[in-house]
């Protein structure tokens, strides 16, 4: 099942701070986050493994809570370079790379 | 981190032709994983590619349609077969990152059939 990210859109100006859900129906094992911009590759931002650990952006921070299988990502004094769609992307078990990918948070941010 | 290099970038195709996808890694991976996003729509994983092995395909993606090949361990194509105006899409492959966390994409195919 695809996880559900809300809210879909989002329009910042710049300094602001901004949150992102992502929500499963199904156990998980890692939640990935990523950042698309119009015509490019998504980019890895930050991964969540089950038991706590975190790698990623030293910039953008993020919480994972098993119990609920959620995800929230936390995007504070937003820069114009923020820009993008999010996506989350979910790990329902420790299967190397199998992962489903939320609709997406389109978020802007202007000056 | 790992560089994927994949092209083309985009092609335009008739209906009811082939197009092939190649991705190039620079250096050794033991899994390749190829996408699609359909316009404006979110990631969609077709398939795994292990080099040696059949490929393993996700529910709704077929070989005939989708065959991929993987010759080694830095290679693999994804050949869109026979196709419609709903294969209209971007093809991504993706590869984990060095480090093991999370993963690199190519830059993708912007596919187009009319």
């Known amino acids: 099942q695809q996880p559900v990210q809300s809210p879909q859109a989002v329009i910042l100006r710049e300094g602001e701070d901004a949150v992102i859900n992502c929500s499963s129906s199904?156990?998980?094992?890692?939640v990935h986050w990523y950042r698309q911009k119009h015509g490019e590759a998504p980019v890895f931002l930050m991964i969540?493994?089950?038991?706590?650990e975190q790698k990623g952006h030293d910039k953008i921070s993020a919480s994972f809570n098993e119990k609920k299988q959620q995800s929230s990502l936390y995007l504070t004094a937003s820069q114009l370079s923020y820009s993008g769609t999010y996506f989350c992307?979910?790990?329902?078990?420790?299967?190397?790379?199998?992962?489903?990918f939320g609709q997406g948070t389109e978020l802007s941010v202007k000056p | 981190s790992a560089v994927i290099s994949q092209k083309p970038s985009r092609d335009i195709c008739q209906r009811g032709t082939s197009l092939t996808i190649q991705c190039q890694v620079d250096s050794q991976v033991t899994m390749m994983f190829w996408y699609r996003q359909q316009p404006g729509q979110s990631l969609t994983l077709i398939a795994t590619?292990?080099?040696?092995?059949?490929?393993?395909?996700e529910s709704g993606f077929v070989i005939d349609k989708f065959p991929i090949s993987r010759p080694n361990l830095t290679f693999s194509t994804l050949t869109v077969s026979n196709m419609s105006p709903e294969d209209s899409s971007i093809y991504l492959c993706?590869?984990?990152?060095?480090?093991?966390?999370?993963?690199?994409f190519g830059s993708g195919t912007r596919l187009t059939v009319v």
């Open positions: 199904k156990a998980l094992y890692s």
């Open positions: 969540l493994l089950k038991g706590g």
């Open positions: 992307g979910t790990e329902s078990s420790n299967q190397g790379g199998k992962l489903i």
């Open positions: 590619a292990n080099q040696g092995s059949e490929a393993t395909y």
């Open positions: 993706s590869v984990e990152r060095d480090n093991g966390y999370g993963y690199t």
